[in-house]
């Protein structure tokens, strides 16, 4: 599959900075490479699937798509690629 990087930053800034921007409430922070590695691993499918549905892992809550039930599937999945990118 390709992303729109573009429109995955912009979806970022809006929806999921307000955690994974200082990694607050147990998110993985954006710069945290470490942290994102073993998450990454388990493949773009994956890390789309639970963004847009949400999950609740070991300690921490990661809400459907952030949260805004108005975003669609493929702003989730660019928002996800792009932070793939930038955790990298
Ligand atoms: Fe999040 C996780 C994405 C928003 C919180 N997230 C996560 C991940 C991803 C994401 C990809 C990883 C997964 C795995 O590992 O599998 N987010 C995202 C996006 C967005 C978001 C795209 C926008 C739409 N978040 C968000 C918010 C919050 C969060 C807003 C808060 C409120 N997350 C979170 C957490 C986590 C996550 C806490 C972790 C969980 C566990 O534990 O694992």
Known sequence: ASYDLVEGAAIYADNCATCH????MGAPKI???KAWQDRIAQGMPT???K???GYTGAKFMMPAR???PE??????AN???WMVEESG
Do not use: K, Y
Request: no cysteine; net charge negative.
């Open 21 to 24: 921007q200082e990694g607050i």
């Open 47 to 49: 890390l789309i699937e």
């Open 51 to 53: 963004s847009i549905n």
């Open 66 to 68: 952030g949260g805004n």
């Open 31 to 33: 710069t945290d490479s």
């Open 71 to 76: 975003l669609t599937d493929s702003e989730v």
């Open 79 to 81: 928002a996800v690629a």
